[in-house]
């Protein structure tokens, strides 16, 4: 990796790591539903320019029912339910969480694709959802008597699991219905199918006291900086690196966002959640094949 390739790298990180404490501030005052909303919608706005690319809008007209289709499983769905998860939870301990979306696509691939992992990579699998086992149990309490606020913390983790999962759906549907479709078609026209399907729902759901500019600010940076310009980067690294390469970023990606909780949400990072984080990303990295 050169080092330009590898600033990119860090840069794309330090972004996706950023959005769990930018939907906390945005959630705060809009709701989980408005926010996730607001996110595709801007990301899409953003992004209408790559339509002007040469390939890019045929590619989009080619395929448009299932790129609008994706959008709902790879971003508007999963940015609702991590939008409520931050609201319940540590930003960071939701970056833990979301780091299972190779295991999760994994497995989809597995069931969907017949694409049968081999014995280090089945291992992978195991140790990985042990550690994900391990850090539910921990921080929900499920070993004493559950109170309204554990039972909280459960539903939000229990949402970023679910999140995971429609990402990998969507990776495998994607592998199946959108090989060759130019990638920036891809990430233009899924935000635009996630900003149709939950256009109604946040309109519906819109905060009846005016959001503060800080709230605004926050969601607008989660839809330029996290959603419009990390896609940019992210595809710009697999044409680069490959995606075995690219799908590193996911181990990195929970370092910056513990770092940010602490830093500007006063969030404590336990020993319990370092351990059970280092597990998933050995799982990870072994059902990837990266180990």
């Not at 945005?26 to 990301?43: H, I, K």
């Not at 999963?78 to 994994?106: D, K, Q, R, W």
């Amino acid at each position: 990796m050169t080092p330009a390739l590898g600033l990119e790298f860090l840069l794309l990180a330090a972004l996706w790591g950023s959005s769990f404490l930018f939907m906390r501030v945005g959630a705060a005052e809009f709701g989980a539903l408005p926010t996730a909303g607001l996110r595709v919608a801007l990301a899409a706005l953003f992004l209408l320019p790559a339509f002007l690319v040469p390939g890019v809008w045929a590619g989009f007209r080619q395929k448009a029912r299932a790129i609008l289709f994706v959008g709902l499983l790879n971003s508007g769905i999963p940015f609702v339910l991590f939008a409520y998860a931050v609201m319940h939870i540590p930003t960071g301990l939701t970056a833990i969480l979301n780091a299972t979306v190779p295991l999760s696509g994994a497995v989809v691939a597995w069931l969907w694709l017949g694409d049968r992992p081999g014995r280090s990579r089945a291992l992978g699998l195991v140790i990985g959802f042990a550690g994900v086992s391990l850090l539910v149990i921990g921080k929900s309490g499920l070993s004493s008597l559950a109170g309204a606020g554990q039972g909280a913390s459960l539903v939000a983790m229990g949402a970023c699991l679910l999140a995971t999962l429609l990402y990998g759906i969507a990776a495998s549907f994607t592998k199946r219905h959108l090989t060759g479709v130019p990638p920036l078609a891809t990430a233009t026209g899924s935000q635009i199918g996630a900003t149709l399907g939950l256009a109604l729902p946040t309109l519906w759901l819109w905060p009846e006291q005016a959001a503060s500019a800080t709230a605004w600010s926050a969601v607008a940076a989660v839809a330029l900086l996290c959603t419009a310009i990390a896609y940019i980067l992210f595809f710009r690294i697999i044409a680069k690196a490959g995606p075995s390469k690219a799908l590193t970023v996911t181990f990195l990606v929970p370092v910056f966002a513990l770092a940010y909780g602490v830093w500007f949400l006063g969030e404590i990072i336990t020993p319990w959640m370092l351990l059970c984080g280092l597990v998933i990303i050995c799982g990870t990295a072994l059902s990837t094949g990266l180990l």
